[in-house]
């Protein structure tokens, strides 16, 4: 009788959203606030004159930078659009990739697949959500100085930025999100996928096994392969910036998109010019991981004092 009685099948384990956490989001706004205001938007402003300037060579961009305003130069966009940025940028990702994840490992993707199409996803709504308007606007402060060369009057940032809303409306303030939108979907993809192969590589060097903590050194070691491997699309980048820069060119496309303004730079600046600003932003990605591995334990701590809960974000 026993034996006729089967035990059920093992079930699946049920598939669960992962929760979103107001400690995990507290989290993450406070390391890009830290991590762009010390030095994340100086690399940020270098690379972006660089790819807007693309006959300068590192050192003339410095130059160019400093001849701006000094060590104010540095950190052209910074109040209030990288702020606005690095506060919701984390936000919106954790929220969309979130629910794009849970959906896709419904459909039946793997964890694996599930984590970069929550990403993408997520990437993407981070351009058009904040992303989009706020790279658009500091670009705009870190090129528009050209104008107090002729003698004119630098307007302020609202200034500008009501200029620009009343001339060209939302798009005007939009103005390169597409490309944003591309840069996000590929960086998310390509860091996910080259960060895994280089700890893997790591792993293999130092003979540690998979789930063994990886040091504070090996971890930026990663970050700093998977990172100068991920800027292939660089020239993604400077289109973004070419499209959203101030600067005046005859020659360049009037309604530009994202097909002729790759166009127009390959045709004045070749290969080249697609890459400018390449050693700067990968400065920029070790930065954010020294920032994160540095302070994202002390910062962990805090943050479960101040909510009484526990974060659970990686960082």
């Known amino acids: 009788m026993s034996a006729a009685i089967a035990s059920p099948a093992a079930q699946p384990p049920q ?20 991590e762009v205001t010390s030095l994340g938007q100086p690399l940020e402003v270098v690379k972006t004159t660089m790819a807007a300037n693309r006959g300068d060579s590192f050192a003339t961009a410095l130059g160019r930078v400093w001849n701006r305003g000094g060590v104010f130069g540095f950190y052209q966009g910074l109040i209030p659009w990288a702020w606005i940025e690095a506060s919701t940028k984390g936000a919106v990702l954790l929220f969309v990739a979130s629910e794009a994840e849970y959906y896709a490992r419904a459909a039946g993707a ?41 003698g004119q009057k630098v307007p302020g940032t609202w200034a500008t930025f009501m200029d620009i809303y009343r001339r060209e409306g939302i798009r005007g303030i939009n103005k390169g999100v ?29 003979g ?81 991981t020294v920032c994160m591995v540095a302070m994202g334990d002390m910062a962990k701590t805090y943050v479960e004092k101040l909510t009484g809960e526990a974060v659970t974000a990686k960082h």
């Open 15 to 34: 598939l669960e959203k992962k929760p979103i956490k107001f400690s995990n989001l507290l989290l993450g706004a406070g390391l890009n606030l830290f």
């Open 110 to 150: 793997s964890e694996f697949v599930g984590g970069i199409s929550g990403g993408v996803i997520g990437g993407v709504a981070q351009a058009y959500a904040t992303m989009g308007f706020c790279t658009c606007m500091k670009t705009v402060e870190i090129t528009k100085h050209k104008v107090a060369a002729a």
């Open 178 to 206: 597409n490309a944003v939108a591309i840069r996000q979907m590929t960086n998310w993809g390509s860091r996910f996928g080259l960060s895994r192969l280089a700890e893997q590589g790591i792993r293999d060097l130092t």
């Open 208 to 288: 540690k096994k998979e789930g063994e903590k990886l040091s504070a050194i090996e971890k930026i070691t990663a970050s700093a392969v998977g990172g100068g491997l991920s800027a292939w699309n660089q020239p993604i980048e400077v289109i973004r910036v070419e499209m959203q820069s101030k600067k005046e060119d005859p020659n360049r496309p009037k309604k530009m998109t994202v097909g002729n303004t790759f166009k127009y730079i390959y045709q004045t600046n070749g290969i080249k010019g697609l890459y400018r600003g390449v050693t700067p932003r990968i400065g920029l990605g070790v930065w954010q």
